[in-house]
């Protein structure tokens, strides 16, 4: 049975491309590109995944306007049925505005654009999306952020280390997130917002493949269930 994945475009997006040819190296099967304005997904999506940018340019606060679009309300009921959703930087920021994930992401400590490959510790592997990681493993992923600075109230960053979902950590931070994370997980494990781009480390002319587990792993356990 094929892999059904879907890309969701904003106003702003630039790394939709990137994510769908990721999503179409590792499946053989070209994702379908979602509008924002789009008011329904199609039917039997096995894979969301909202990519990075600058939707409405980061204007009011990263993703929060990207966060009221038509389609989102369809994402959160699509999240909700278990539905796998990967978002990254500023999917990341848009599912945080959506509140399918808990906190914030803030400007970076340094007030400026980071944009290196860093490392990253896998804090889990308990989710559809690092399961292809080893618990511990230290991967290479690049940032390409002015907004990744993960803030949460010491309650909430209690709750996530207690129920496992942090699911990276930057071993050398770089924005100034709070207990130095990099990804974090929903409740139900089928939602990740992560900072660092996994869709650019799948090539290694592009210089790394560390983010080929986190497509392959999703893809082999969606075929599986």
């Not at 978002?87 to 400590?109: H, I, T």
């Not at 690049?142 to 979902?165: I, K, M, Q, S, W």
Request: one cysteine or more; hydrophobic letters at 40%.
């Amino acid at each position: 049975m094929a892999f059904r994945s879907a890309v969701i475009t904003f106003p702003g997006s630039n790394c939709d491309r990137d994510m769908a040819v990721a999503l179409e190296q590792v499946s053989g099967t070209a994702p379908v590109r979602i509008w924002h304005g789009d008011a329904e997904l199609p039917e039997g999506l096995d894979f969301i995944a909202l990519p990075g940018g600058f939707s409405y340019g980061d204007y009011l606060r990263s993703g929060a306007m990207a966060a009221n679009s038509p389609i989102m309300r369809e994402v959160v009921r699509a999240a909700g049925r278990g539905v796998p959703v990967l978002g990254v930087c500023n999917g990341f920021q848009v599912l945080a505005e959506a509140r399918l994930l808990p906190g914030a992401l803030m400007r970076n400590a340094s007030q400026h654009f980071i944009c290196r490959t860093v490392s990253l510790k896998v804090e889990t592997t308990q989710s559809i999306f690092t399961q292809g990681y080893e618990a511990g493993q230290e991967i290479r992923i690049p940032v390409a952020h002015h907004d990744g600075n993960y803030f949460a109230d010491e309650d909430t960053l209690d709750r996530l280390e207690g129920e496992g979902r942090v699911a990276f950590r930057y071993v050398e931070n770089c924005n100034g997130s709070r207990r130095d994370i990099a990804g974090i997980l929903n409740k139900a494990g089928n939602v990740l917002g992560m900072m660092p781009h996994p869709e650019r480390a799948v090539d290694a002319a592009h210089g790394g493949t560390d983010g080929l587990a986190l497509f392959d792993g999703a893809m082999r356990a969606l075929a599986n269930a």
